[in-house]
């Protein structure tokens, strides 16, 4: 009988120590996690509130910064919020036909370009910019910057489906260059889209 009332609160013990281990465990590691996800926060929110729609160099490099799409121009460029700010953005190394340049007809598969950029643009959960090495932007004050539409670059998705080329290389703005190139390398072999007219695709452009 004592010997069964001994091991009883054995276990009764046991069980206590390791119901506090497990408490302390937690309450150390909560806060830690607690911690990490508000530099996160910090991380991803904090310079945006700093941006008043200009000065780009808030944003780090190399880095995705969520924003919220707002308006299509064409199938390389589009108007995003970020930071309540509207902003003007052009996709980086690539190039889709022209569908609204001045002076420029409409040319082939520019319209489906521009169709295809803002269908994934408006379906997306989530969007995000990354500003490559170099200049932030353009003469015109466009953001310079690749896209991804959860979590998929969008220069990907427009060049795999013939609908872009590779363009405007220009150093050091080039992180995803070699990618890029591949899936345009692709497109051209199964002669999709903007490859499927000979002669279309030039080192300047599209031939209208």
């Not at 970020?82 to 319209?111: C, H, M, W, Y």
């Not at 427009?158 to 692709?186: C, D, I, S």
Request: some cysteine; charged content about 30%.
């Amino acid at each position: 009988m004592k010997s069964s009332t001994l091991t009883k609160k054995t276990i009764y013990l046991r069980f206590i120590y390791l119901l506090s281990t497990m408490i302390v465990v937690v309450s150390f590691t909560f806060p830690l996690v607690n911690v990490e996800a508000k530099e996160r926060q910090s991380t991803d929110f904090s310079n945006s509130q700093k941006f008043n729609g200009k000065n780009f160099s808030v944003f780090p490099k190399n880095k995705k910064i969520p924003v919220t799409f707002k308006k299509k121009i064409d199938g390389d460029t589009f108007r995003v919020l970020l930071n309540k700010k509207e902003i003007k953005v052009r996709l980086l190394l690539v190039d889709t036909p022209e569908s609204v340049k001045q002076g420029i007809a409409v040319q082939p598969f520019a319209l489906e370009a521009s169709d295809f950029t803002e269908k994934l643009l408006v379906n997306a959960k989530n969007i995000d910019l990354e500003f490559d090495k170099g200049d932030r932007t353009d003469r015109y004050n466009r953001a310079l910057c690749y896209v991804y539409v959860d979590n998929k670059l969008l220069q990907s998705k427009l060049l795999e489906n013939g609908l872009a080329r590779v363009a405007f290389v220009y150093k050091p703005n080039t992180t995803h260059l070699k990618e890029f190139k591949e899936v345009e390398k692709q497109a051209k072999i199964k002669e999709l889209k903007i490859w499927s007219k000979k002669g279309y695709v030039t080192k300047k452009g599209f031939k209208s």
